[in-house]
């Protein structure tokens, strides 16, 4: 024990602290995300998700929940359960666009040309990261 830790420090430093030290589940799978397309491991769209969840190349997929194409959403979760990938659904194709870069920044950062995505697969994670630790536990926590 550290002596300079009181008691209440002490219990409060063996308790798990929720979702590894504030950072939530969307601000994990962004930065995973971000560093994936970065190195060119992200496959985004119906095709591209689907040639990669087929090929078994996915580590994790990411489905938006207003696709206004029940069928697309039957088949992306009908793959990732058979081939058993990890799925994490978000609310918005307009943010999970931006997120997989299908946009324009202008001068001040803010995003311009806005692009849906109803689907993105991580192929590569790119590098390990807090954020990708973050993911990996939610998903072992799930199973």
Known sequence: EDPTMSEGEAAAAVTPVPEAGGMDMLTALKDVLKKALIHDGLARGLHESVKALERRQAHLCVLAT??????????????CSEHSINLIKVADQMELGEWV???????????????????????????????????????????
């Open 101 to 143: 870069g299908l946009c324009k920044y202008d001068d001040e950062g803010k995003p311009r040309n806005l692009v849906k995505c109803s689907c993105c697969v991580v192929k590569d994670y790119g590098e390990q990261s807090e954020a990708l630790n973050v993911l990996l536990e939610h998903f072992k926590s799930q199973n």
């Open 66 to 79: 207003n696709c206004t194409e029940p069928a697309y959403l039957r088949l992306i979760e009908a793959l």
